[in-house]
């Protein structure tokens, strides 16, 4: 199984990106799937968390109104479009897919993806 997240880069304060992580391997059309975030000397932030079927959400108090994760369980894919954004947001991003949403919503996913930076500039 391979999660491989794209769409990191270095980008101004109040610029958008979107976050892509595409799973190869078996579907996780009936797994929750979520992105995290980390700062070196720092712990491992949930940053938002996605149902199978999309019908529950949840973000981190800090992004919401700003981001929005959705899947496409056609395409064994988690999306994570990031508007807004802010000095504070730059972080390695990381997704996780596998399990239920409250495994994946407390860091045990049965998988993580590579992580792809995300640097915003003031």
């Known amino acids: 199984v391979q999660l491989q997240a794209s769409g990191g880069g270095l980008v101004q304060a109040g610029d958008s990106l979107r976050l892509s992580c595409a799973a190869s391997g078996p579907t996780f059309s009936g797994d929750a799937m979520g992105w995290f975030r980390q700062v070196p000397g720092k712990e491992r932030q949930l940053v938002a968390v996605?149902?199978?079927?999309?019908?529950?959400?949840e973000y981190v108090d800090s992004v919401k109104g700003r981001f929005i994760i959705s899947r496409d369980n056609a395409k064994n894919t988690v999306y994570l479009q990031m508007n807004s954004l802010k000095p504070e947001d730059t972080a390695v991003y990381l997704c996780?897919?596998?399990?239920?949403?409250?495994?994946?919503?407390?860091?045990?996913?049965?998988?993580w993806g590579q992580g792809t930076q995300v640097t915003v500039s003031s």
């Open positions: 996780a897919a596998g399990g239920t949403l409250s495994r994946v919503r407390n860091g045990q996913p049965n998988y």
């Open positions: 996605i149902s199978p079927l999309g019908s529950i959400i």
